[in-house]
C-alpha cells in the first residue's frame, strides 16, 4: 500500500473508457452528470502524473459501430429514457 497518490503503486498505464451519448441524447439530468464526470476525470488524469489516460466514446457515432461491438462482446445494451419517451442513450 502506498500513502498519498492513488497511483503511487501502479507501474502500467491504466486507460479509462467511457461509453457516453452526445448531450443531445442524454436526459438533462445526466448532462449536468457527464460534464461533471469529465472535469473530475481530467483531475484524476493531471494528478496520476501519465497514469491514467481518459477516452470518451459515444457509441452512437460512426453509424453506431462502438454500440454494437458494446452490445456484442461486452453485453451493455442502450439505456431507455422511459416508457413515454422511447429513445435510447449510452451512459456507461
Not at 24 to 44: D, I, N, Q, R, T
Not at 72 to 80: A, D, I, N, S, V
Amino acid at each position: 500500500q502506498h500513502a498519498g497518490s492513488p497511483f503511487a503503486g501502479i507501474e502500467k498505464p491504466l486507460i479509462l473508457t467511457a461509453y457516453l451519448s452526445s448531450d443531445s441524447m442524454l436526459p438533462e439530468p445526466l448532462k449536468e452528470m457527464k460534464s461533471k464526470l469529465k472535469v473530475e476525470l481530467a483531475k484524476l488524469a493531471e494528478q496520476s502524473g501519465g497514469k491514467l489516460t481518459v477516452d470518451y466514446v459515444d457509441p452512437q457515432a460512426n453509424n453506431g459501430k462502438a454500440a454494437e461491438k458494446l452490445q456484442e462482446e461486452l453485453g451493455f445494451r442502450p439505456m431507455t429514457l422511459g416508457l413515454l419517451d422511447n429513445r435510447n442513450f449510452w451512459f456507461y
